[in-house]
Structures are given as structure tokens and as C-alpha cells.
């Protein structure tokens, strides 16, 4: 059997242009007693959801992303005393690449009695459209690359033998740091939404080609 092989890293490259919005908010409440805690959180996700549906959307479509409660304590004495339970839930809404509806969106969640955290992030609907053309551009590359040292060296390339691949997580997320200040209905309409073009994801990621070379 001819073991002649030529390993070749491949390197692919891709873009996509972000079609879609996610708005991660968070609720924290902190009460004495534990029963009051977990009422209190239900309704201001309540309020929450109410603020969301005012601005568009399903209220379906918030969705928790993290729910902990924890005991508190207040360590400002010789010895921490407890002084009660605090419950963080975290959710996310996704949006249509539409920057009047996040506008209206954040109007409504700042206007919210619950007053969550939130950022805004920008990314694709279809990760998996970006992950083969990464592939692809990956193998495409290993194989010019595998050809320009075959010939350099005097060999001929044979076919693919094995490709080595570390699957992982792709985060196709824009670099754009978009951090508006809570918007109110005292605000111009062009200050509570400005027309921003996010910037475009690009990533990279690399396959071992294995070939056999005659």
C-alpha cells in the first residue's frame, strides 16, 4: 500500500450581512421573603411581555434564556447576615433586521415598569448557510494550496484520503457596539432611532485535508 500522503491545513473565509436583531434583556428582583420574590418577577415579566406586545410583537416570542434565584446576604457587619432572595431572569427577543421596529421596541421596554438591562445584538437567521460556505471556501483552499506544493515538489496529487475536522460553534455576531440610550416619548423620532448599517460578520475557520500523492 503507498502511504505517500500530503496533509494541508485549509483555511475558509466568509461574510454575511446581519438580517436579524436579538435583544437580550434581564429582570433582577430582590424581596425579604421568597414567595414575594418569585410574584414580584412574575409580574414584571408580565409587564414586560405587555410592553412588547404594545410595540408589535407576539409575546410568544420572548423567550428565557436564564432563570437562577439565589439567597442574599449583607456582609457590611461582622458576619453576613441574610437579607433575602434574589431572582435574575434573563430573555431575548429576536427581530427582523428593521431598525423603526427596535426603536419602537426599546421605546416600549424603557417605558416598561420593569426596567430590564438590555443590549442589542446583530446577527444572520441562517447559520448553517454560513458554515458551508466556510467549508467549502476551507476545502477549496486546502485543495489550491495542496496542487501549488505537489507541483513544487515534483509529485502528482492523488485523491482526498481523510479530512480532519474540529467542529464548533460558529458566533455570528456583528462587531457593532450598538448601546442607545434608553429612548423616551420626550425624545425627537430620529433621535430614538437612528438608520445605523451594521458592520458585516466576518469569520474564518481551518480543515486538515489528507491527500495521497503518486
Not at 434565584?69 to 434574589?86: A, E, I, Q
Not at 464548533?168 to 437612528?194: F, V
Request: proline share 3%.
Amino acid at each position: 500500500m503507498d502511504n505517500r500522503e500530503l496533509a494541508v491545513r485549509g483555511i475558509g473565509k466568509a461574510c454575511a450581512t446581519p438580517d436579524l436583531i436579538v435583544l437580550n434583556m434581564n429582570i433582577e428582583v430582590c424581596e425579604k421573603d421568597y414567595g414575594r420574590t418569585m410574584r414580584r418577577s412574575s409580574e414584571m415579566l408580565d409587564m414586560l411581555k405587555s410592553a412588547i406586545v404594545s410595540a408589535g410583537h407576539d409575546g410568544k416570542e420572548l423567550k428565557t434564556t436564564s432563570f437562577v434565584v439565589n439567597t442574599r446576604y449583607d456582609h457590611s457587619g461582622h458576619k453576613p447576615r441574610f437579607s433575602g432572595y434574589t431572582c435574575r431572569h434573563g430573555l431575548k427577543l429576536e427581530l427582523d433586521f428593521d431598525m423603526q421596529s427596535l426603536g419602537a421596541t426599546l421605546e416600549a421596554v424603557a417605558g416598561c415598569e420593569s426596567k430590564p438591562n438590555f443590549h442589542v445584538r446583530f446577527t444572520i437567521k441562517d447559520p448553517g448557510a454560513v458554515s458551508e460556505q466556510l467549508l467549502e471556501s476551507a476545502i477549496e483552499n486546502s485543495r489550491r494550496n495542496a496542487t501549488v506544493l505537489a507541483k513544487a515538489a515534483g509529485v502528482a496529487l492523488g485523491a482526498i484520503r481523510r479530512i480532519d475536522y474540529n467542529w464548533s460553534e460558529l458566533h455570528l455576531i456583528s462587531s457593532t457596539d450598538y448601546q442607545p440610550l434608553a429612548p423616551t416619548a420626550c425624545m425627537d423620532a430620529t433621535l430614538r432611532t437612528m438608520d445605523i448599517e451594521p458592520e458585516d460578520i466576518h469569520v474564518s475557520d481551518t480543515v486538515m485535508v489528507i491527500w495521497a500523492i503518486e
